[in-house]
């Protein structure tokens, strides 16, 4: 299996990884209290980073990355935002002027109710 997982600063490249995406998954990693970075996957096995404020080190231009997934991304209708525990990450983009706009599938809350039966300590899933 081959990955192809990048990172880029070049918002030409996150253009061309995301031209003709049908669906994107996001995660924030909890544990900071601001975004420091954007992860983006577009179909399996491959994946780009954005780096927005890291410390020394080259980040990409935070207002036009993050106006460019506004609109081509977050806030426009006919792409598919599939995000795990949407309610948390939805108040980081939220802070930041963004608007998550349907459709949204939250994985967190699917898999709640997939597995609303079963018990936590049996669970193989």
């Known amino acids: 299996m081959e990955l192809n997982y990048k ?5 030409s490249v996150l253009a061309d990884y995301l031209q003709g995406a049908t669906d ?21 096995e491959t994946g780009i ?14 207002k ?8 081509r991304v977050f806030e426009h209708s006919t ?4 995000v795990h525990n949407l309610c948390f990450e939805a108040k980081f983009l939220l802070a930041l002027g963004i608007v998550l706009v349907h459709p949204v599938y939250d994985t967190m809350a699917a898999a709640q109710l997939v597995l609303k ?9």
């Open 117 to 125: 039966d079963e018990n936590p300590s049996t669970a193989t899933g």
């Open 79 to 82: 792409v598919l935002k599939i």
């Open 24 to 44: 994107l998954d996001a995660a924030l990693d909890p544990h900071k209290p601001h975004i420091v970075g954007i992860s983006l996957a577009v179909t399996a």
């Open 7 to 11: 990172m880029t600063r070049d918002l």
């Open 64 to 71: 036009r990355v993050l106006d460019y997934l506004r609109n």
């Open 49 to 62: 980073y954005l780096p927005l404020a890291h410390d020394g080190c080259a980040n990409t231009d935070r």
